[in-house]
């Protein structure tokens, strides 16, 4: 059994946990959304100057927590990539840093590998093959898991990401960042079929459409056009929480419709759902009805688990450190790479 210590820096949480394959010892985050906040999204640069701020502090947290040492260490892993680059140096650094100071081996993570081993964190009688649907605020993608380290990028957005279409709308509607738990709460009380609005679809050049790849853009800007007009008709007050639940059926509806067809044309009777929109409510309710139709099976990993955190990229690192994968001290960050 092998215990990691690993870190996460690839966006706006500084994070460092201390795992093994069974256990999670302890999963310091420290979220900067509240220094974000005022500029309505993540600004690169406050993001890494935060992180450089807070990694030692975390590391030493996480350390206590855990009531271990460094000799209890077999491993320092670190997200390499993808990310905001300069966020992703500090965390890769500092785990290299470690790793050289206290000798031990490094292993470089992929923030999307460390998505899909949420689940196992949560689920441990999981095992692949499974189809993963990651969606968060800079990804959307569906992932064939299909063993460690063998992957197979089935759907993608063209655009933006879904969590990004959820703080893009939120911001239109002025109701501050981040924008998913706001939406997903006043579409609680709102009406889902009082607008409707189009599911983004990509157009395949032989004609048709694009089976489990997704596009976002389109739907925010139809939104921004009906607040447009309905301020027109009414400048008093807007429909917000019908706005906020016709919104979010679309992007659950999109979400739920690729996820399936992309299951059962792949033959997956398991899926399992990451990132920080995997917290709504509209998607979890789809999702879970249409895969109870087609009998298939879904996991929604708890909360503090789907959005970003260092427990799953320690528990990605165990499995890889297991197998003896171990990074070069030369690997570097990407803030692009596909898993
Ligand atoms: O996974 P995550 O913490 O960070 C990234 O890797 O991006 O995801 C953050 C995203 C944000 O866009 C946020 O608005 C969205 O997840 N989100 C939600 C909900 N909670 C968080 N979106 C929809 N409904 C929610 N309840
Ligand atoms: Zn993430």
């Known amino acids: 059994m092998k215990t990691i210590l690993a870190i996460e820096t690839s966006c706006d949480e500084t994070a460092v946990a201390i795992v093994n394959e069974q256990k999670i010892y302890s999963s310091i985050v420290a979220s900067q959304i509240d220094l974000h906040k005022r500029y309505g999204g993540v600004v690169p640069e406050e993001a890494s100057r935060q992180h450089l701020l807070t990694i030692n502090p975390c590391v030493e947290e996480a350390l206590q927590v855990a009531k271990l040492t460094w000799n209890d260490i077999d491993g320092i892993a670190a997200t390499v990539a993808p990310g905001l680059i300069g966020a992703l140096m500090v965390g890769e650094t500092a785990g290299k840093t470690l790793a050289m100071i206290h000798q031990k081996p490094f292993l470089g993570i992929h ?58 709308v939120a911001r239109l509607l002025n109701l501050g960042y981040p924008g998913g738990p706001v939406i997903d709460k006043l579409a609680t009380r709102g009406n889902p079929k009082r607008f409707s609005l189009p599911e983004g679809k990509i157009s395949l050049p032989q004609g048709g459409y694009h089976p489990y790849d997704f596009s976002f853009s389109g739907l925010k800007t139809a939104v921004l056009r009906l607040v447009e007009k309905l301020k027109q008709e009414n400048s008093e007050s807007l429909p917000i929480a019908d706005l906020a639940a016709s919104f979010q059926e679309t992007v659950a509806r999109s979400l739920t419709k690729k996820t399936i067809t992309c299951a059962l044309d792949h033959n997956l009777t398991h899926i399992a759902v990451g990132g920080g929109v995997a917290a709504n409510s509209g998607l979890r309710d789809h999702l879970q009805e249409a895969a109870k139709k087609h009998n298939l099976t879904v996991h929604f990993p708890p909360l503090k688990l789907c959005t970003d955190n260092a427990a799953m990229i320690g528990c990605a690192a165990c499995d890889h450190l297991k197998r003896g994968h171990i990074s070069s001290w030369n690997l570097g960050v990407q803030s692009r790479l596909p898993i």
Do not use: R
């Open 111 to 168: 923030h999307l590998e460390g998505h899909i081993y949420a689940t196992y964190l949560s689920q441990p009688d999981w095992k692949p093959p499974f189809l993963c649907l990651l969606v968060s605020g800079g990804h959307t993608s569906l992932i064939h898991v299909k063993d460690c380290g063998i992957y197979e990028q089935l759907g993608n957005t063209h655009d933006d990401a879904a969590g990004e279409a959820f703080d893009k």
